[in-house]
């Protein structure tokens, strides 16, 4: 079933406010960011591409034509707002409780945490391995800052998260 009216509106609206924080303001480039920024715009929209998905849905995103190393807001919109409708979709997040047993593998004392500049080296060495300014905000949203650790408890609900609309 497609989204109601109401429903599209605010699809449109996330997207339109997560591009805007990292829109460039300058004469020649305005409603545009820079494509580095896309991966991390896409995930605070709660889509989650593996990294095979996501340099396909930059090159979508960008249009074989375009060389500026930016992209055009119209453009993501268009198919932001495509993933983000579709519940067939293949950017699904993984469940908590999946994500905690992925966390407790990194806890093998069973402390209810894991420190940061631990989860900062599995992040940025393994798997698809996440840019150093990604790992950086990832720590900002995730650590605790009295202690320096990521309580995974609290943290695994909101990675789990799904950011598109339920329309049904």
């Given at each position: 079933m497609p989204p109601s009216f109401e429903q599209?509106?605010?699809?449109?609206?996330?997207i339109k406010d997560s591009f805007g924080l990292f829109e460039i303001e300058t004469k020649e480039k305005r409603g545009m960011v820079d494509e580095?920024?896309?991966p991390t715009i896409i995930r605070s929209l709660g889509?989650?591409?593996?990294?095979?998905?996501?340099?396909?849905?930059?090159?979508?995103?960008?249009?074989e034509?375009?060389?500026?190393?930016?992209?055009?807001?119209?453009?993501?919109?268009?198919?932001?707002v495509r993933i983000?409708?579709?519940?067939a979709n293949n950017y699904k997040r993984d469940s908590e409780e999946k994500i905690l047993r992925a966390f407790r593998a990194f806890?093998?004392?069973n402390k209810g945490y894991i420190e940061a500049d631990t989860l900062k080296n599995i992040l940025m060495?393994?798997?698809?391995?996440?840019?150093?300014?990604?790992?950086?905000?990832?720590?900002?949203?995730?650590?605790d800052e009295a202690s320096g650790n990521i309580y995974y408890e609290d943290y695994a609900e909101l990675l789990a998260s799904d950011g598109r609309m339920d329309v049904a």
């Open positions: 599209l509106e605010t699809i449109k609206r996330r580095r920024e896309i889509i989650n591409p593996a990294q095979d998905q996501l340099r396909d849905l930059i090159t979508e995103i960008r249009g034509e375009n060389t500026t190393g930016c992209v055009e807001f119209d453009r993501f919109e268009k198919v932001m983000l409708t579709d519940e806890d093998p004392e060495t393994h798997g698809d391995a996440f840019r150093p300014e990604e790992v950086t905000e990832l720590l900002s949203v995730a650590c």
